[in-house]
């Protein structure tokens, strides 16, 4: 039998697809390390690229324009990360009285514990005391290795970025170059397309996302210090950041200033951070996502969650951040090829409308079953 007349069955197809799938996922899986630092090293590239040109078109060596653009970009990361060392190194001094606050406020949780599920204090405190006991012996090791690990990590992924990047930026003709070779002549008008929507979606996402992390920050830390929170500028900042993780990120943010109040003033207050929380994330959602991040990249809500966990359980924190632009770049692949567009589809978030006939089913006449 000819090859090129052989059919598989539907079922071999599916696996095929699924296995296909799955030794995708395994090898994200286990190259992180080096995954994950060429992948922002990438969307830092392309975020640097138009600097990169203006400066060429100042008549300054390519060369010296990609290091020029470099330096600044580490300086600027370095300051942010000088920060939120002096700044912790700060908030750490008051590590004993949160202590001490936060020992009060789970002694009274205890007494109300006994209280109302009538369990002896002793039981509880045997209980805690036990926990606690066996979370050291077995964790307290692990926890100081995963520490050192993830410190290094990220020492290692700061030193070896900025290579990334000016490789990326400085043999970009050659990649341009090896892209046109791979596909034939009659596909590069699509994959100019593609190439093109991909650097202007990281491009504006990225700037958009800047943009609203920074407003969000402000109004935090405003909020905060009106309410006389301590440390209301680190803890707004850091509220940006985690806002960053979609859905996630928010719900991280919030819960921090929450405990800070409640160790350090009354516990209504903890309610009057979570009400300007609240407000702060009310005006982020209506009116700096759809204006600033959400009219960059068109994926609907429930696909965002879904990418959002798949990448928490694939690379961590970097992979929740990531989830979003890349699924993002994945539909306009699939938008410009006939057959995934229907999946492009089901990423996006044009919804049809719901009035409308979606399944077309065409009835047979009764001439055409008299006939048949």
């Known amino acids: 039998m000819d090859n090129a007349s052989l059919k598989l069955p539907v079922y071999l197809k599916i696996s095929q697809i699924f296995m296909g799938i799955a030794v995708f996922f395994f090898i994200l899986y286990i190259g992180q390390d080096i995954i994950i630092p060429l992948v922002f090293a990438i969307m830092i590239a392309i975020l640097l690229n138009p600097v990169i ?46 202590k001490q606050k936060f020992l009060g406020l789970f002694n009274d949780g205890e007494r109300w514990i006994s209280r109302t599920f009538n369990v002896s204090k002793w039981k509880v405190d045997a209980w805690v005391t036990k926990t606690r006991q066996e979370g050291m012996d077995n964790n307290g090791t692990v926890v100081i290795t995963s520490t050192v690990s993830t410190l290094s990590g990220v020492l290692m992924t700061f030193i070896i970025m900025p290579v990334y990047v000016f490789m990326i930026i400085y043999y970009k003709p050659l990649l341009l170059e090896f892209i046109a070779r791979l596909f034939p002549k009659n596909l590069h008008v699509v994959v100019v397309e593609i190439l093109t929507e991909t650097k202007r979606l990281i491009q504006s996402y990225l700037f958009g996302l800047l943009v609203e992390a920074a407003l969000v920050a402000a109004l935090n830390s405003i909020a905060l210090m009106i309410l006389g929170i301590q440390y209301a500028i680190l803890l707004g900042v850091i509220g940006a950041l985690l806002n960053v993780i979609p859905y996630i990120g928010g719900v991280v943010a919030v819960a921090l200033p929450m405990l800070l109040a409640l160790a350090s003033r009354q516990p209504i207050d903890a309610l009057y951070v979570l009400i300007a929380y609240l407000i702060v994330q009310f005006i982020d959602n209506n009116l700096f996502v759809p204006k600033i991040v959400a009219s960059k990249v068109k994926i609907n809500a429930l696909v965002s969650i879904i990418v959002v966990l798949v990448g928490n359980a694939l690379w961590g924190v970097p992979g929740m951040f990531l989830s ?13 090829i006939g057959p995934l567009q229907p999946f492009g589809f089901l990423l996006g978030d044009n919804q049809p409308d719901i009035t409308r006939e979606i399944f077309v089913v065409r009835r047979r006449t009764k001439a055409a079953n008299i006939n048949k």
């Open 53 to 98: 040109l203006f400066l060429c078109r100042m008549k300054v060596p390519r060369v010296l324009a990609i290091l020029f653009s470099l330096v600044v970009t580490m300086f600027l990361i370095s300051a942010i990360f000088y920060f939120f060392i002096t700044q912790i190194s700060l908030f750490s001094e008051s590590f004993p009285l949160f």
């Open 324 to 336: 979003i632009p890349i699924t993002a770049i994945v539909k306009v692949i699939f938008d410009r």
